[in-house]
């Protein structure tokens, strides 16, 4: 008997385990939802970045993510999102490098965050505050550049 129910322990932590291991490699379904409001999207779907995607104009966005805008203290050097920012609430930032989540956004969505900030994040708007509309383009063109 106590064998048996030691058996469903370590049955059930192995579950726990894999469970883990998947939200790590998977990531959080969660991110994968639209962070645009409905009533926007559509229009923000077709906004298109108007510059190439050359690695001068990648080299551009690189230097805005790790300087002015301060991307890089809550994205990470190398875009997962483990920059480690105290007093986080609630939502991490978003690992660039989640393929899933690169495919699922268009480049208007990203601008439109760019613009406005994820609601309720710490996630917050950069154009035009810290941002031109210009440099937003090129800055996003880096953040692409994690999934490639
Ligand atoms: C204070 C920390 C912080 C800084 C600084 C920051 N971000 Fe974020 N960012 C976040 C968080 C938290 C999220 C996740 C928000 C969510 O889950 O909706 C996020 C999400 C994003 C997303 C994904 C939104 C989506 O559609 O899924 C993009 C793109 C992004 N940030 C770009 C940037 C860029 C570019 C900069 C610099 C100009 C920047 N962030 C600076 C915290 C930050």
Known sequence: MEFVRRGACITALG???????????AGDPNVLKPRVPAD???????????????????????????????????????????????????????????????ATRTDGE????????SPGTDMASFVPLVLTEEEAWHVLLYVRSFGQ
Do not use: M, S, Y
């Open 15 to 25: 579950w726990v385990l894999v469970g883990t291991a998947n939200l790590v490699v």
């Open 110 to 117: 990203l601008f439109w965050i760019l613009k406005n900030g």
């Open 40 to 102: 926007q999207i559509d229009e923000a779907k077709t906004w298109q970045n108007p510059f190439p995607n050359t690695p001068e104009n990648i080299e551009i966005g690189k230097n805005i993510f790790h300087g002015k805008a301060f991307c890089v203290t809550c994205h990470g050097k190398d875009g997962t999102g483990l920059g480690n920012i105290p007093g986080l609430r609630g939502k991490l930032p978003r690992n660039f490098t989640d393929k899933a989540w690169q």
